[in-house]
């Protein structure tokens, strides 16, 4: 029993972490140990504590917000409370204590449906009906529905165009970018609120966000990476077998780690598609290296991927979030990056032979290192500055690295965010991308292992290059906009803040110059999209008759 035991929860679920880590320990590592910053372990605690004691509504457009707040609060004290736009109003209210949402639900009515058959599926998402006449609206305009879109780039332009300097440009597109307060509360419920479901099959596992949800440069829109933990209840942290009854696992669903991820995705997906409400569009994508169920949740208007064992995403997650706290420069630098190839069609919502945002992440990252001094330290530096309770080893790769942030020596690099961005383009437009690989393990350039156009090892796994998807054409166009960039930096007229009395149009300088479509790479550009996309309907096409063929 014990052998089968050990083979589920090590084979099947999938993950050996040999570490010595365990999350108590990290959220123990708390805020005094971090000058006052939380590590991503504690606000992950924090911020999933919070959901479960939340639900989501969906009201009326004319609302009375007090009365609505009154009648909920008949449940309970209401702690915090927003209200946002997507096709119609909804709430996010959380209380005070978990009893008030089971009261909430208690008292809710399950809805009359007289031509279709109801699941009989309760979650904490509801709407809300007749409780008021809404004939008039009496909303505090502090209370105003806020949309959870990203502006448009030319509003942002616009503003840009408005500030004094560089430096102040980069800010403000940081702001008006990232994603909002309100915006993470809601992406923890809607992983609280799918954790409802697969708590049919698994009552105590967790669904965590990760990535750009939580690693600190998230963009407002940004997908919704989920990861299903089943960890703590797989016994991982057991010591010794103890005298007595133990549970009895059948292992029915497949004999590889990969096929028993697969098959718990796959049934999770199922329930997700006939049972979750608001979750509509779902696909099974199995058969990628990180198999994974995508679908799209309407009330949020987030798009989701679930997976599941994906422990080393979880930890570049909490490595790029530990970057961003050590300096405010990296997160700056690495929205405006971001923004930059995005405006260019250097990076793309549709998967195909783009650089992603991770790899341009990493990029960044490595430029950092490579200031002199640095800005921030390498991947080893970290590794070596860790404590026993750090200690991690994921599927035989060392994920190692400190959690402590007042442990980590920095080097009074005193260079500004717009220094800095300039520094970003000159270093990529002449990088010597067919010889050498991308490291931030190393923080150095090391010579390239394979004849990939574009090498950069993947931190955790360091035998993959994660830009592996990118084909010669993109990383030209990447290294053309960089000399382009960093020429439109040098000009001084293109840099100067522009004065209103110049012209009755605003005209854009500086940052919002450099995001203006560009003039080496307009027309090939618009080639390659053309040629990527049809490439990439064919791919899509290919791969959907495989995985058909073998499922
Ligand atoms: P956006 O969704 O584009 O805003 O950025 P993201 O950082 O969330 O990227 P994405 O959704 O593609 O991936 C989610 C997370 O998975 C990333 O933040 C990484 O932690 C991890 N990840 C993505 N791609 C790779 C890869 O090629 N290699 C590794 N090791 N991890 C990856
Ligand atoms: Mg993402």
Known sequence: CLRRVDTFLHRGIGTKVVAAQTEAAVKHDSVEKNDGRKSLYAVQAERQEQAERSVLISCYSRIKHNMFLKYLSRHGDIKKHFFYENNGV?????????????????????PRVSQESVVPFKSRLLSLRNLDSGESSNRPSSQRAQPQTAPTINDVMQRLSKQES?????????????????????????????????AGYFPECTIKPFGSSVNGFGKLGCDLDMFLDLDGISGQNMKMPTPGLCLEYQLKMGNS?????????????????HFAPGCVGLHKILNARCPLVRFA??????????????????????????YGELDPRVRLLVFTVRCWARTHGVTSSIPGAWITNFSLT?????????????????????????????????????????????????????ATPGQLLREFFDFYASFPFNKMSICIRKGTEQNKPEVAPLHIQNPFETSLNVSKNVNAAQLQRFTA????????????????????????????????????????AGVKRRKQRAVGRISESL????????SGIQQ
Not at 257 to 273: D, H
Not at 297 to 322: I, W
Request: negative net charge; hydrophobic residues 40%.
């Open 90 to 110: 909804y709430a996010v209210v959380e209380f005070a204590r978990q009893e008030s949402v089971a009261s909430l639900l208690e008292g809710a009515s399950i």
């Open 166 to 198: 560089i430096d102040q440009q980069i800010t403000q597109l940081t702001e008006a970018y990232q994603l909002t307060e309100e915006n993470i509360s809601l992406r923890y419920l809607v992983c609280s609120l799918l954790k409802d479901v697969a």
């Open 257 to 273: 780690e990969r096929a028993t991820t697969q098959n718990i995705l796959s049934v999770i997906g199922e329930c997700v598609e």
């Open 297 to 322: 949740h309407q009330p949020s208007g987030f798009q989701c991927d679930l997976t599941a064992n994906n422990r080393v995403a979880m930890k570049s997650t909490e490595l790029l979030y530990l």
């Open 362 to 414: 990493v990029m960044v990252l490595f430029f950092l290192q490579k200031r002199s001094p640095p800005i921030i330290p390498t991947l080893d530096e970290l590794r070596d500055l860790a404590g026993p309770a750090d200690k991690s080893v994921i599927e035989g790769n060392d994920c190692t690295f400190v959690s402590d942030f007042g442990n980590i020596p920095l080097h009074g690099n005193t």
């Open 481 to 520: 906009l960089c000399q382009e960039s960093a020429w439109l930096s040098c000009q001084s007229q293109t840099m100067m803040p522009k004065s209103k009395s110049e012209g009755s149009n605003l005209q854009h300088w500086g940052l919002a110059a450099l995001l203006q479509p560009s003039r080496v």
């Open 539 to 546: 791919q899509s096409v290919i791969e959907s008759l495989k």
